[in-house]
């Protein structure tokens, strides 16, 4: 009798479980079936949209009920707390599945190579996103005790680490922070937030809507100085060329020709000005400094060798996200991506990887929103559906699901599963419901998993 089509997907963020959906909307899940297993390293799955989007965009949170109807499937099988290659390696998924999807992300910070970045105060935007997000891997507390803070970079990430250092903590509050966050932002001291772009208001990253979302607090005060709104016959062409970008420049211009407000924290937003030094004493940041740019007719910039120091006693680098590379996959250094020719995993030799496939930011870059990883998932699978129909696959020798809990059971793996996910939201629900809030994450991995009832 035909067996089903046998798919582990290591990752469970969005694009992991876009992937699982593709698969079960496609041809094979007809008769006999797909059958998919997604394996995920947290105890909970949904990846950044969990420990990456901001808590006060509850309406970005909320793709997860979109995903969660998915991974509903009676076809499809959640193990969290599982990690590649640590609890199950590349040739084990082979012994199981036909074929495996690498869709794992990416979670550390890209550096930045300026002198000072390793000083006490020197902060990736990474941590700071995964400690407010109540990631489990990272410290409880966070030191705010610096009055002015920097954050360099002008994209989304930028603006999530700017916005939450200058709302109060009351202002969070009704978001789902854990206590060890509240209290955090509670003494955090910051009145002033400096945010700074090597460039020009036109190049700015950030999204139309975040960037007027800064200015709906009534504790931060957003401001532009007029001198930073500059364009070259480059930076109107991408005006002209893209509606975001000119829906951002009016923003930003709008704000630099109004007056300075009262709100108690100031956000101001830079341009023109490249940091090349966070200047330090006792190995901690006294300030940072930064070398005024001008533009050079192209959009691009140089610098005019006129410096400045700012008094910040914190910097954030908020340049990109980095993903982990993979063991046992091939690996591209400068982009920080599995090689891959749509979707399918490319050796060096530049032959396709059997049976082994990418898809999201571990495939693209970190670059991009939740809903770009769904067009990549398709096209991932629609490979994977491709070698499939042309005998291209390999065979597993277990394809049986109940081999792979057996595996783990006889490696003591503590997994999650998705009734386990069930039991983890009820009980976050319930945490939430007693200071009526719609949840209150839990942090800690034993916690997590114990509520999940691993
Ligand atoms: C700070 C921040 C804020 C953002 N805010 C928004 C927003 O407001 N709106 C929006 O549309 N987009 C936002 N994005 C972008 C969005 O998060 C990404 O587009 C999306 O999450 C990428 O999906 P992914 O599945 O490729 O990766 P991820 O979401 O990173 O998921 C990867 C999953 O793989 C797991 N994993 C990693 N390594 C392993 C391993 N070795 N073994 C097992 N599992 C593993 C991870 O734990 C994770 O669950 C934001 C991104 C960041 C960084």
Do not use: C
Not at 136 to 147: G, S, Y
Not at 266 to 283: A, D, M, Q, R, V
Not at 362 to 372: A, E, F, K, T, W
């Amino acid at each position: 009798m035909p067996r089903p089509l046998r798919v582990a997907v290591v990752g469970a963020g969005p694009a992991g479980i876009y992937a699982a959906d593709a698969l079960l909307k496609s041809a094979v899940a007809e008769d006999p079936g797909v059958s998919i297993d997604l394996f995920e390293r947290m105890p909970a799955p949904f990846g950044l949209i969990r420990y990456g989007v901001a808590p006060d965009h509850p309406r970005i949170k909320g793709i997860i009920t979109a995903l969660h109807q998915v991974l509903d499937k009676p076809q499809i099988r959640l193990f969290g707390n599982v990690d590649y290659p640590g609890d199950i390696s590349l040739d084990d998924l082979r012994s199981f599945y036909d074929a495996v999807i690498f869709s794992t992300g990416a979670t550390a910070d890209r550096a930045l190579d300026i002198p000072g970045i390793d000083l006490d105060g020197s902060y990736g935007a990474a941590d700071f996103v995964s400690w407010y997000d109540g990631h489990p891997d990272v410290p409880r507390t966070w030191p705010l005790e610096a009055e002015k803070v920097a954050v360099l970079g002008v994209g989304n990430v930028a603006l999530d680490v700017a916005r939450i250092l200058a709302k109060t903590a009351d202002e969070l509050l009704p978001t789902e922070i854990p206590p060890n966050v509240y209290d955090g932002l509670k003494a955090n001291k910051a009145l002033e937030v400096h945010v700074f772009g090597r460039r020009g208001p036109a190049q700015a990253k950030f999204s139309p809507m975040e960037l007027r979302e800064l200015d709906h607090s009534p504790n931060i005060e957003v401001i532009v100085d007029p001198e930073d709104i500059d364009y070259d016959d480059g930076s109107i062409a991408t005006r002209r060329g893209n509606k975001q970008a000119d829906m951002v420049a009016k923003t930003l211009e709008n704000w630099a020709i109004r007056d300075v407000g009262t709100r108690p924290h100031k956000l101001f937003l830079h341009f023109f000005e490249s940091p090349t030094e966070i200047l330090g004493e006792n190995g901690e940041v006294t300030g940072l400094r930064t070398e005024r740019t001008a533009l050079d007719g192209t959009g691009n910039v140089k610098g005019t060798g006129e410096f400045k120091d700012w008094d910040v006693k914190g910097v954030y680098r908020a340049v990109g996200y980095l993903s982990d590379e993979l063991p046992k996959l091939p690996w591209d250094l400068a982009s920080g991506t599995v090689p891959d020719k749509a979707g399918r995993v490319i050796e060096e030799s530049g032959e396709h990887l059997q049976s082994t496939y990418v898809t999201g930011w571990i495939r693209r870059g970190p670059v991009g929103l939740i809903g770009h990883t769904k067009g990549d998932a398709n096209e991932t699978v629609a490979s994977l559906l491709d070698d499939r129909e042309n005998g291209r696959l390999s065979t597993p020798s277990a394809p049986d699901p109940e081999a792979v809990d057996a595996f783990l059971d006889e490696r003591n793996v503590r997994y999650t599963t998705w009734d386990g996910w069930y039991r983890l939201d009820a009980a976050e629900k319930a945490l939430g419901e007693l200071e009526g809030r719609e949840r209150v994450k839990i942090v800690e991995r034993e916690d997590m998993l114990r509520a999940s009832g691993a």
